[in-house]
């Protein structure tokens, strides 16, 4: 009976941790990035992954993190529970190692699901970055020979904003139409348009 406690006492860890995870995440995580969503609608490179995050700054899930381990040890006390009552497998000795087993398997499940969603998320936005070379933007604070400034665009109809430097190191008012040239890293390189 102890180890049916232990059993239950895991379930339940495991389950309001991922509870307490997913509601602190949607009322402190949601609004990070979007300072200025209030403010005329822009949104720092801070808070799009399309301006210009590498690989290195994109999301992404560790083997041992709290996901997983959330996930082990509710799917260990969860298959505790159940094996514990079953007749064939009520031994401790048998429902001890299926459980653990059992945990590892849905948590290694857990990791390979939310890794195969990091992943494509980051192919789609490293192709969307890609995308936005040849694309118009504005100057918004000035770019100073040799230095960063910032620019505005649209990309599927909303607007934002990037740090950017001049190719060539020339200067570039506020204002000037330019064009992206190319990106590296979160810093977008651009030449002033023909038409400007």
Do not use: W
């Not at 789609?124 to 070379?133: D, F, M, N, P, T």
């Amino acid at each position: 009976m102890d180890l049916f406690i232990a059993y239950v006492a895991c379930f339940g860890f495991g389950l309001l941790f991922s509870i307490v995870s997913a509601v602190a995440g949607h009322l402190f995580g949601s609004h990070a990035g979007h300072e200025a969503d209030g403010a005329g609608g822009d949104l720092g490179s801070g808070g799009h992954a399309e301006a210009g995050f590498g690989g290195d700054h994109m999301p992404g899930i560790a083997p041992l993190s709290p996901t997983t381990i959330a996930s082990f040890i509710t799917a260990f006390g969860g298959l505790g529970m159940i094996l514990s009552r079953i007749e064939a497998t009520r031994s401790p000795f048998v429902s001890l190692p299926l459980s653990f087993l059992g945990g590892f398997l849905i948590a290694a499940g857990v990791f390979l699901m939310f890794r195969a969603v990091f992943a494509r998320t980051q192919s789609s936005s490293e192709s969307k970055v890609a995308g936005l070379a040849g694309r118009e933007a504005t100057v918004i604070t000035p770019i100073s020979a040799g230095g960063t400034g910032e620019i505005a665009y649209v990309d599927g109809g909303v607007r934002y904003t990037a740090a950017a430097r001049a190719e060539g190191d020339v200067a570039i008012g506020t204002g000037v139409t330019v064009v992206i040239h190319r990106i590296v890293g979160n810093q977008f390189y651009v030449t002033r348009a023909t038409h400007s």
